[in-house]
């Protein structure tokens, strides 16, 4: 390059830069400062917040994931859309952000870019590709660890695929959706292309916005304000009990039914009449259909509020909507027609207020915002479904997916869907959405047609009186939320844990409440749940989460409940019935990952010899390692103070079984606070066989050294194995044991959804959809003619008898538990068969995920991995097939 030219190109690179600067400026300007002290750890946002009480009260799961599909039909190119995926996670910090807790507060944390990691899974297109991403979008995420997003490639065919990314909630909204589905887009064609897919601009940061919003103002106060008096003397809607199942809790269901076309254009049409939007008119049908249902005048119905009203949040991905209660004055409102315009004009009244977050306003108004049966005031919710984003990928035909979801954050929602064609369906539908522990199937279907009978009126320009007398469910069962009687007099004395929840609610609640004292009517609410079962959980050393206080509500029923968890810890298992009156002497064992595929057979091996068990688990888990007889002891991977905490003086043996498989950086964080704690007796690590890395030869002995190339899990497990032996031996600290583990089976959920995502994956999802079940390459491993492929694997109950062993008779070293070798052939076959598939396995093909030509030895705990009857690997197989 001549001297000219190089000297063009380098001002042609400041150019860029400088312009770069200028609009980053002007971004700023845009958003308005961000508070000082932005260095650190940024607080998490109202709503955020919001999601983060849910997962602590137990009420996460898939409810808040956010599925974002798209069917791709051409050419695609699968290492370009990774590069474009990890780009734009590089670029949007929330999206590699994890939430754990400095000081008894979430924070949010910003990981380290990393690659993110797209799998690919073969399956039909139909039936097959369905269920794969239900079960995709179903599984959950761990905020504390992270990620918060998951990507997956759906291959059905050379030139026909199906892409899903999952985000949780605390990440993502809807807007976010679309600034995602467009910069992605443009990624990947400049990828294709081979070009920069830089954008110029740099993005705006949501730990910003979190920042500017709790920073306060005058005008939040004033907002506060407002709300409490609005909201001033208002009750949930009063929806029947008639056909609910208390059981169901949480689980959705939904109704829906046909609109004549046109629908959506008459709507538009009587809005536009009313000087109101398409929502505010379905907002209006909603009030309409509710009202002649319940004959309640004096309704309140929740609906989401945007906060992308500035320019610099436009392109801001990250949770930025806001629930505005609206109470319209519906007394003496004839029509429709007057209706609408009541809605319309509490609706604008309520945007002028919509800065206030919902968290602030349930908070102020502390008991109000529930009902005696603890139904919350904003039960009730409407909307108009707008047409899902689609990501447009260069050289392919791309449309919506629908991937519907089980769970539901309402009781009730009413909903016209426009029609498109990634729902599956031409033409408008309108909806409604229960939740089936509040709502039973008949009265929801008779909202529905009262509701679809509203928009087809008003669509016509029609305006037909209201019925005012609530005929449409004057047949069901009273309103739901009013308490069922205990049989007990208010005064009667306490007895048992009710005495503890009682003074637990006297002091964080400030009223000395009775038996039958409410939770909610002493001025309770979510965060004070989750306090509430925090302390109750360190006085009465019992499992309990804020979802049990919101549910069980008063010291008698919490108090009863706390009492048979009380005596289920002391009724021992059936297989440590003989063991408990030759329990040991010894101290407490300390087990971390008490809920997951190995801690739990942990703890059964435990119980069975007699120890007494410390379990480490989340406190939404605590109740699952209750009936285990062992005691739960609150804690999480990413919280360091909580692993430190569990190591107490009574501890004479930890086993640290826990692990995030996808963040190594938390995974070594753990085991440094966990060695922090650790003052005496042993110390057991489960490790992995990827810790050996690619040795050269296909043997692989004990003490093996490591060879790359090492996978980030392998390296995380290594570096964990390298602290332990520095720590191992110090300041009376005992002996340590690090036992490297392959693939492990048995029957526990955790387990079942290793076989069907993990390494074993492809084949699993492969023979499901009776797909060919394509094996690798058999070839020989350098050093050894063996042409074998396959996998090492243990049972998880073979490999707890080993780590129990470990824990009492350290064997000072690192050790293999190994239950045998299957090849990827037999393993197939046998996969094919349980399933009762139609797949054949074709070998040879490209997969590359499935290169384990090693074998391991396990000499030193031979002796204790001698499989037992039921611990061959195909009963384990069946075992979880048949969860």
Not at 275 to 287: D, I, K, Q
Not at 575 to 585: D, P
């Amino acid at each position: 390059m001549s001297g000219t030219a190089s000297e063009a190109a380098r001002q042609e690179a400041l150019l860029q830069r400088a312009r770069r600067r200028s609009a980053d400026a002007r971004a700023r300007r845009q958003e308005g400062p961000a508070p000082a002290g932005d260095d650190g750890p940024a607080p998490l946002s109202h709503a955020q917040h919001r999601m983060w009480l849910m997962e602590r009260l137990g009420r996460g799961g898939a409810v808040y994931n956010v599925p974002f599909a798209t069917r791709v039909r051409g050419s695609f190119d699968a290492e370009a859309f990774g590069r474009a995926l990890t780009g734009l996670v590089r670029r949007h910090e929330v999206l590699r952000t994890r939430y754990g807790r400095r000081g008894g507060e979430p924070c949010q944390e910003v990981t380290e870019v990393r690659q993110v990691p797209v799998r690919t899974v073969d399956a039909a297109a139909g039936e097959a590709a369905r269920q794969v991403l239900a079960e995709e979008a179903a599984r959950g995420f761990d905020l504390a660890a992270g990620p918060v997003l998951r990507a997956l490639h759906v291959r059905h065919a050379a030139d026909d695929h199906t892409l899903l990314l999952t985000f949780h909630h605390i990440a993502v909204d809807g807007g976010s959706l679309d600034v995602i589905a467009r910069e992605l887009g443009e990624r990947y064609r400049a990828e294709v292309a081979g070009r920069d897919a830089e954008p110029e601009r740099a993005a705006p940061r949501y730990a910003d916005f979190a920042r500017r919003e709790r920073a306060g103002s005058q005008a939040l106060d004033e907002g506060l304000a407002y709300w409490t008096g609005r909201l001033a003397g208002a009750r949930p809607v009063p929806l029947p009990q008639g056909g609910a199942e208390p059981g169901g809790r949480g689980e959705a269901r939904t109704l829906s039914v046909p609109l004549p076309p046109g629908t959506a254009e008459g709507l538009r049409a009587t809005g536009r009449a009313h000087r109101a939007t398409l929502f505010t008119v379905v907002l209006s049908a909603a009030f309409a259909a509710l009202l002649e249902a319940t004959g309640e005048e004096d309704l309140v119905i929740g609906c989401a509020s945007s906060h992308r009203d500035t320019a610099g949040a436009r392109d801001l991905v990250g949770l930025c909507v806001n629930t505005l209660p609206v109470r319209p004055v519906l007394s003496g409102a004839g029509d429709t027609h007057a209706l609408l315009e009541r809605v319309r004009d509490a609706l604008l009244e309520a945007q002028r207020h919509r800065h206030v977050p919902f968290d602030l306003m349930v908070e102020r108004l502390g008991a109000a915002a529930r009902d005696a049966g603890g139904n919350p005031l904003v039960g009730v919710t409407a909307d108009v479904l707008a047409p899902p984003p689609v990501l447009r990928l260069a050289g392919a035909e791309c449309e919506p997916v629908d991937v519907p979801l089980d769970g539901v954050k309402f009781g009730l929602g009413l909903y016209l869907d426009e029609g498109t064609a990634g729902r599956g369906q031409d033409g408008p539908r309108c909806l409604v959405r229960y939740d089936r522990g509040r709502l039973g199937e008949e009265p929801a279907r008779r909202l529905l047609d009262g509701f679809a009978e509203v928009l087809a009126s008003l669509a016509a320009g029609g305006n037909r009186p209201l019925d005012t007398a609530g005929r449409r469910l004057q047949e069901m069962d009273g309103a739901a939320g009013l308490p069922a009687p205990s049989g007990a007099p208010a005064d009667a004395e306490l007895h048992g844990a009710a005495t503890a929840v009682a003074e637990v609610f006297a002091e964080l609640l400030g009223e000395h409440p009775g038996p039958e004292g409410d939770f909610f009517l002493l001025g309770g609410h979510s965060l004070l749940a989750v306090r509430v079962a925090e302390r109750l959980r360190e006085r009465l050393h019992v499992p309990l989460t804020g979802l049990d206080v919101l549910e069980q509500r008063t010291p008698r029923a919490l108090g009863a409940l706390l009492d048979e968890r009380a005596r289920a810890r002391r009724r021992p298992p059936p297989r440590a019935a003989a063991a408990a009156g030759r329990r040991s002497a010894a101290g407490t064992v300390l087990v971390t990952g008490g809920t997951g595929g190995v801690g739990a057979f942990v703890l059964r091996e435990l119980a069975a010899r007699g120890r007494p068990v410390r379990a480490l688990v989340r406190p939404e888990s605590a109740h699952l390692v209750a009936a285990e007889g062992v005691e739960a002891a609150e804690g999480d991977l990413a919280d360091a103070d909580s692993l430190r905490a569990a190591v107490t003086d009574d501890v004479t043996a930890v086993i640290h079984a826990a692990c995030t498989f996808t963040s190594p950086d938390v995974d070594v964080a753990a085991m440094r606070a966990l060695l922090d704690g650790w003052r005496r007796g042993s110390f057991v690590f489960v490790s992995s066989v990827d810790a050996y890395g690619r040795p050269s030869a296909a043997d692989v002995a004990e003490d093996t050294a490591p060879q790359e190339p090492l996978t980030p899990y392998g390296r995380a497990k290594l570096a964990c194995e390298r602290m332990l032996w520095e720590a191992a031996g110090t300041g009376g600290r005992g002996g340590a044991a690090v036992v490297r583990a392959p693939i492990v089976w048995g029957p526990h959920p955790r387990l079942r959804d290793q076989l069907r995502w993990g390494a074993t994956g492809a084949l699993f999802q492969a023979a499901r959809a009776g797909e060919p079940v394509v094996l690798p390459a058999t070839g020989a491993v350098p050093a050894s003619g063996d042409r074998w492929s396959g996998a090492p694997w243990i049972h998880a109950a073979a490999l707890a008898r080993a780590l129990v062993t470990c824990a009492e008779r350290p064997p000072q070293g690192t050790v293999n538990a190994i239950g045998g070798h299957v090849g990827w052939e037999e393993f197939a076959t046998e996969l094919i068969r349980l399933l009762g598939s139609s797949s054949t396995v074709v070998a040879g093909g490209p997969a590359p995920g499935l290169l384990h030509r090693h074998r391991y030895r396990a000499e030193a705990l031979a002796e204790e991995l001698v499989p037992r009857p039921g611990e061959d690997w195909r009963s384990a197989i069946a075992a979880m097939l048949a969860l």
